[in-house]
């Protein structure tokens, strides 16, 4: 589903692999990129399809994830702006390693991989913008590996709510995540995450409304999840 961007000048504004850019290689990019939208619910791309695009996420927030043969998902990350999607498969021209799906309702530009290895070769220094994000996923599942190994379930989900609450300082964090997804991200059954999110909440550091997880006490979650205070 393609769409218009409201200000196309300003489409790469935050997106750090192409912070380096001068102006017209910037403006280059922004002419070869289409402007896409996805509605909440609908696939960006599916595991095994061809890697021929590479997708900046201008608006909304887009679930990562891997399926199984017998169908359960596993949701790698949450990808939100001014993050890209997909740059795995532009690099090694394989394809998709990973399905995405649009959680909330999307903006995005989606860059041909041709647009995008002329950008490279014309611009070395994006290599190293895409290097350090390749090495940011591995760190980000080799830490989730060994997030299975050392933390029981509840550490798991309250790491995740973390996670999505992301850099914010506000009192009340909502997360527009349900909990089969939470379930998914966590890597327990809907039931058992269920029981976490109740206890949780039984302490006061979190509710629920409807679909929406209001976080009101992060910094519990992150002692509940071993992780460092700030």
């Known amino acids: 589903m393609e769409g218009r961007l409201p200000d196309p000048g300003d489409a790469l504004t935050g997106v750090e692999m192409f912070a380096g850019l001068e102006p017209e290689a910037r403006q280059r990019v922004i002419n070869a990129a289409v402007p896409r939208t996805y509605r909440k619910g609908q696939l960006l791309f599916v595991?095994?399809?061809p890697g021929?695009?590479?997708?900046?996420?201008?608006?909304?927030?887009?679930?990562v994830f891997r399926t199984s043969p017998t169908g359960e998902r596993a949701v790698l990350s949450v990808v939100r702006p001014p993050d890209v999607i997909g740059e795995v498969s532009l690099l090694d021209a394989s394809t998709r390693s990973a399905s995405a799906e649009a959680i909330e309702d999307c903006t995005a530009l989606a860059l041909s991989r041709p647009a995008f290895m002329e950008l490279v070769h014309n611009n070395p220094r994006i290599l190293d913008a895409v290097m350090r994000s390749l090495g940011a996923l591995i760190r980000r599942l080799t830490e989730q590996n060994a997030d299975h190994v050392f933390l029981d379930l509840p550490g798991r989900v309250a790491k995740t709510l973390v996670r999505l609450a992301g850099e914010s300082q506000a009192p009340m964090i909502t997360i527009e995540l349900n909990q089969s997804q939470l379930a998914e991200m966590a890597g327990g059954s809907r039931q058992s995450v269920n029981q976490a999110i109740g206890s949780f909440a039984s302490r006061g550091w979190l509710r629920t409304e409807g679909r929406r997880i209001v976080v009101t006490d992060v910094a519990a979650l992150r002692r509940r999840a071993g992780m460092a205070d700030r």
């Open 47 to 49: 595991e095994s399809d």
């Open 52 to 63: 021929d695009s590479l997708i900046v996420l201008k608006r909304g927030a887009v679930a």
